[in-house]
């Protein structure tokens, strides 16, 4: 299959699923076409985009259409990412929105409008991670808000329409500020590049970074970050992520928070890289750190004095986001590996989460821990999972976050930030108070008399128990592909910084005997790339000279 | 070795997933069947590295590129503590099948799952702590213990008792952040995780790796300032006491400390001072605390914070070169296990039989239950170090190794003579406690007792046993 | 030199219209200036073609005009018609503050400008620090204004400002970048039009400030 037919295939499946949908809402067709659509629709994007990761990992770089679609290793994991939750998300709405049909929350009719808009949203997110376009990377953030905005809004009460038009108004105005900085940067590159066709294209970008004006980059950089740092959650752009991710159907919530953020987070990096590339990255690094633990720490502490237990969790996203940008800003190969390991990490454990306050939702029928108790004796199985789950989150072992929590805190010290590292452990305590609090007020105690024990049955408990299994397997032991696609994606990043590629190559050959053939070329072609990249800029800002 | 050793440490972890998927009736026996296999495996490793002629082996488990991740060491330390957590943890979970039913007067209740899946792990957890030879691992193993003590200490879940977890596990975590830097410091000056990476520091280096060390040792130790975690965690359910706060998780703390000092062939000055220092003030704190409690496991709980400190006292003088304190070291976090739980033990005896433990309430021990006079009278003897109990031969070498070190040290003398007088006063006052509560006629909480059921006798007196030979065991093991 | 002076000035006019939409009352009439405004706009695109010679600018002007000056103003007008909420008229501010802060902005964008050293922008740093300060300006729009259909404005304003900057810096961008710029605004605006009027039917205000039941 030629690249370019699977780039189509990969975004007409969730495209035709929402239409698909959307025809059934207007036909008026029962719940169980609508269910098989959405099922197959989600079934065939998880496969379509796993084999489109493998792609990537076998033959490294693809762009086709033009240049207008790219997937690399840091893109791949991304896509990783989105296949695997809108699956899970994906199986869980089924039982989750069933549940909710059948109380009477939700008509066949908004039913058949979530499954439209659930597709047409990761079509949205799917393009964010695809797009080598500049404006189009702009263009599909913004559409990700206006297709998700009714996502959030579904339940059309009061409080629910409230976040939906702060979401939607914090979030436009923020990404018009993305909007600003992709202008800029779009525009130097026009005027400097040899063909200003190419200067749309953050590949070709990238490959002129050099030449890029210093003061414009400075000034770009700060509106990217404002910008598609509001849609990462990042602090103090982040009021409208608590209303969203309490008020929206859980597994939206999940979906927004997994996947969402982390595609915004992708054009950031994206831009760092470009704008590392040409004005060193000094300054990035410096903004990442600081907008990163201000969240942390604002988020730390707003943590801890929930009382609704999703708003608790959408804070917890608003403090991982804050991690990840510290990582970044750290910088060096380590602390980007670390960071996106925590990417990932942090999708698996907020999907649980969020999956199983959307059982909470449905046996308690409210979110307020001071109502929600005794959830292990109702719900032993959602109890534990939901237990493990948070604990995982405050970054306790033999789970995933723990690792990526001790990797960043091991970079920050090999770069001589001892102080930040400090202050970073302190603030994670604090989070980790506040979600055993929750535990403490939800999971454990005595069940209430007016709600009756047992599960939800398989479809809403089985996504939690696949995802624990792949959260405890990821603290200890990260399989071997995802190593190397974790290690490509680092490349990319660190993108011509010899030292660190070096380094990351060190680690490389130090593998004894793990790496087979496959693995070893694709990692060298990526290491080539980037090397060669590398070398093709120094040797264009010698020519300058 | 290889295997013995990750089946030691992997069977906890696969008797309590199967706990948790079995219904309750079985948790009892799972568990205590497990907690024996793993009690088997580490006697088992303990033979063959005698067997081997006592070499000291590290295994490299799990590495990550070139750096190892995970890994054993064998030598005459790990095997020795780890033989301890692990055959008490056998132990502890025999008499919980006695302890946690409906008979129980103080708390009648079965115990449930969660209960006997959250020992387990934390037995594997033990074993894989003393076992592991790379820092991450010990990271790993702390953070581990310390989440199950939080699921253990508020298992009853009464308000009060999971206020006290919830401190248990933040004031732990907050410890944690001294290993979690050293671990960092080590890994980024040296590239490795290996614990024997330490010895390649230079002396500034060795300072933060230690100092981070020994400020987890001190949270996971329950000494100033992190103490106020241990008396509070008696909220507990007594066995996990015993376990908890006798003979594993405040083991933790001198154990990854003493573990440190011997990777290190010279540890800088400032720790030693340090840690004599604070030692010999959590003692006198942990001492001055005696006095107002009445109930027996509060007591229990400074006495235990004492007697660390002793252990701490003995670690940190042997980083003057004093290879006799460290001895005294290991082998008093060896006694100090079986004595305390003990200890622990027949408070819980008798709040299963009597539905009180506190001290004034109680006469006539030895009148109406025999095996719990005897064990009081034993468990207070070996705590205060009178001879032939064990405490003895573990205090003693410690005096002995701290008196020949003032030559050299002569600072160490007054604090060697407030720990003697601090020994002395504590054994008055266990001998006030015994005076009053064992011998005469027994009071009416005493006199309607009900029978123990076999399996807590069984443990009381093994453990009577225990406070005797152990010593023994420990001295010629590290000899 | 005119032709420079003639932009010049017509970005000075973008101000002053982007300050009454903001002061207008009623969200209808600011629908009316927001086209006044595009047309401004569209005055500048096609003074910048005849200055570069720039062919695509041409066809910028032509789509601008439809997009901003008929469509956008039209789908308000028609929506914003049916919704009235007289008390969330007026913002928390007055306008005597606005426009002195509006002043501040502009000045801000001119030292934030300053260094940038691009050879065609000589004469035209005005513009340029005007195009960020109009961008900035819809920002106030939003923060400044309890009614949430002047909030839509704002984000309008945001767009033209940000499309000036483009037409500034990049005029030999190819069409489809523009197009798909304004295409993304038009969808943005369509949904908050209809969000605004699923929040007016089910709550029957639109003050942003009575919009407070989710805190903390």
Redesign the interface.
Known sequence: MDTFTLFIILLAIPLLTALAAFTCQLLGTPRAVLTAVHSVGSTLLLLVSLFAVWTVYQQGELLAGHNWLHLDGLSSLFLAILGVIGFITGIYSIGYMNHELEEGEVSLKSLGTYYGFFHLFLFTMLLVITSNNLILMWAAIEATTLSSAFLVGLYGQQSSLEAAWKYIIICTVGVAFGLYGTVLVYANAANVMPNPGDAIFWSEVLKHASLLDSSLMHLAFIFVLIGFGTKTGLFPMHAWLPDAHSEAPSPTSALLSAVLLNCALLVIIRYAILISAAIGPEFPQGLLLVFGLLSVAVAAFLILVQRDMKRLLAYSSVENMGLIAVALGIGGPLGIFAAMLHTLNHSLGKTLLFCGSGNVLLKYGTRDMNAVKGLLRVAPLSGALFAGGALALGGMPPFNLFLSEFMTVTAGIRAGHLWLVLLLLALLTIVLAGLVRMIVMSVLGKQPDNVSKGELGWQTTAPLAVLMVLMVLMGTHIPQPLQQLLKQATTIVLNGDQAGISELHALEQQLPGATNGAEKTALNTVLNTATNTASHSSAQEMSRE | METIALATMLLPFIGALLIALSPQRYAKVLCTAFALLATLGMGWLALSYLGSGKTDVTIPLYSFGHTQIFGFVIDRVSTLIGFAVVSLGFLISLYSCGYLTALNREHPHDGSNRYYALLLIFIGAMAGLTLSSTILGQLLFFEITGGCSWGLIGYYQSPKSLRSALKALIVTHIASVGLYLAAAWLFAKTGTFELTAIAQLSDADKLVVFGGILFAAWGKSAQLPLHMWLPDAMEAPTPVSAYLHAASMVKVGVYIFARAIMSSDTVPHQIGVVGVVMATITMVYGFLMYLPQKDMKRLLAYSTIAQLSYIFLALSMSTFNSEMAFDAGVAYIFNHAYAKSLFFLVAGALSYACGTRMLPKLRGMLKSMPLLGIGFCVAAMAIAGVPPFNGFFSKFPLFAAGFSLTGEHWWLMPLLIVALIESVASFAWLLMWFGRTVPGEPSPELASAQPLPLSMKLVLLVLIVMSLVSSVIAANWLN | MTGTLLVNNLAGLMIVTSMMVIAARKPTVSAGLYALQSLVLVGIFLSLASLFDAHELYMWSISAFITKVVLVPLIMYRAFRKMADPKADGGVLSTAVLIMIAAIIVLISYF?TK????P?LTDLKPVLAVS?GH?LI??LC?VSQRN?LK?VF??CL??N??HL??A???Y???EL?EI??AT?SI??VI??AL??R??YR??NTLDVQK?I??K?
């Open positions: 934030a260094p940038v050293q691009l065609m960020l961008f819809g920002l939003i949430i909030q704002g984000y945001m767009e400002g940000a900057t483009l500034l810096l990049a030999k961008a190819p970048v798909g710029i993304d969808f943005a949904i908050m969000m605004a699923r929040i089910t709550m919009l039941s989710l903390g």
